[in-house]
Nanobody
Framework: VQLVESGGGRVQTGGSLSLSCAAS????????MNWFRQAPGKEREFVAT????????NYADSVKGRFTISRDNAKNTVWLQMNSLKPEDTAVYYC????????????WGQGTQVTVSS
C-alpha cells in the first residue's frame, strides 16, 4: 500500500488549496478513504472521509462547509479541496486508508504541510 500526498503550501487567511493523494498497491475502489491532520503539539485528528463509491462523505465539524473530499476510482486518487482557510487549519495533512489483506492494516501517506498565515 502506498499513499502519496501533494498540493500543500502556504496561503493567506481566506485562501484555498487542493490536496491530492495518489494511491497504489491495493484495490482502491473497494475502500473508503480519509484525510487527517496534525497541528504542532496536537494529536492527529480526523478531517474527512469518503465512501468507496463516493456516495457518502463526512466531515469534522471544524471544516464542514469549507472543505470538500472527492475521489476518482479510475485514477486511484482522492482530493481534499480546502476553501476559506483559517490559521487554525495549519497542519500536516495525511491521507489514510484501512486495507484488508489477511487482516486489517492502517496505512498513512507521508503528509503534506499546509500553512495558513493571518
Amino acid at each position: 500500500v502506498q499513499l502519496v500526498e501533494s498540493g500543500g503550501g502556504r496561503v493567506q487567511t481566506g485562501g484555498s488549496l487542493s490536496l491530492s493523494c495518489a494511491a497504489s498497491g491495493f484495490a482502491f475502489s473497494s475502500y473508503s478513504m480519509n484525510w487527517f491532520r496534525q497541528a504542532p503539539g496536537k494529536e492527529r485528528e480526523f478531517v474527512a472521509t469518503i465512501s468507496r463509491n463516493a456516495s457518502s462523505t463526512n466531515y469534522a465539524d471544524s471544516v464542514k462547509g469549507r472543505f470538500t473530499i472527492s475521489r476518482d476510482n479510475a485514477k486511484n486518487t482522492v482530493w481534499l479541496q480546502m476553501n476559506s482557510l483559517k490559521p487554525e487549519d495549519t497542519a500536516v495533512y495525511y491521507c489514510q486508508a484501512s486495507v484488508y489483506d489477511k487482516g486489517w492494516s492502517v496505512n498513512w501517506g507521508q503528509g503534506t504541510q499546509v500553512t495558513v498565515s493571518s
